[in-house]
């Protein structure tokens, strides 16, 4: 019987192990980061696909022989971060607010001669026109001067958004048609706050025809990525 005495005199085996060195474990913590990265990069590419194939659909790859009846802006302009704007009972507007819808755009002062009410009328004329679609865009009438808006034409705006903004600051955003007047034209902004379209001056009902087609066409590239109402992404 093995003595019990001799086997508590046996010395414990131990195994060492090497401690983990610094810098490799910093190798590895920077191996992990840049890969990191780049499923965070394909990550939000693969989420910007849809976005960047509608576009590349309305302004590449186009039938031949299709004319947009508006003006391409390019390169776009974003919508200033900083513009200045009220509501009309004088509470500051944030305009960021209106991104994530479509939006025709009209610029006028607040005592609307006929041309603006031309636009007003066509604007919404041109939203409805769009059946199904009309909901994913908004008629935005920007009064660019503190001007009294008529108590006849307000029972008309109540599906409008009406927003004041500083005539010189709209000028960082907005443009006319090199001779022409800002308030001439009506301007086509995308759900991320890129102005990317003017239709021309003096549009009339046969002009507003074919801006019809530019706006269902960009319905149609953008139905991808674009629903009604601000919620999505």
């Known amino acids: 019987m093995p003595d019990p005495a001799g086997a508590r005199d046996e010395p414990l085996g131990l195994t060492v192990h090497s401690m983990p060195s610094p810098g490799g474990a910093v190798a590895r913590d920077a191996r992990r980061t840049h890969a990191g990265r780049w499923q965070m990069l394909g990550l939000a590419l693969v989420c910007a696909a849809p976005v960047l194939a509608s576009y590349l659909s309305y302004y590449v790859v186009r039938p031949e022989g299709r004319r947009n009846f508006g003006v391409l802006i390019e390169p776009q302009r974003p919508l200033p971060a900083t513009m200045a704007a009220t509501d009309l009972s004088g509470q500051p507007f944030d305009l960021s607010a209106l991104k994530g819808q479509w939006l025709l755009v009209s610029v006028a002062g607040g005592a609307c001669d006929a041309g603006c009410e031309n636009h007003l009328y066509l604007q919404r004329q041109l939203r409805e026109g769009l059946g199904k679609d009309k909901d994913r865009l908004d008629w935005i009438w920007l009064v660019n001067d503190d001007a009294r808006i008529p108590d006849a034409l307000r029972p008309a705006l109540g ?11 709209l000028a960082g955003w907005l443009a006319p048609e090199a001779g022409r007047q800002l308030a001439e034209h009506l301007y086509v902004v995308d759900p991320m706050g890129h102005w990317m ?17 530019d706006l269902e066409r960009l319905m149609r590239a953008s139905a991808s990525w674009d629903t009604a109402g601000r919620d999505h992404p």
């Open 159 to 169: 599906q409008a958004t009406v927003v004041r903004v500083p005539d010189d600051a």
């Open 197 to 213: 379209m003017r239709f021309p001056a003096g549009l009339d009902h046969a002009g507003a025809a074919q801006a019809k087609r």
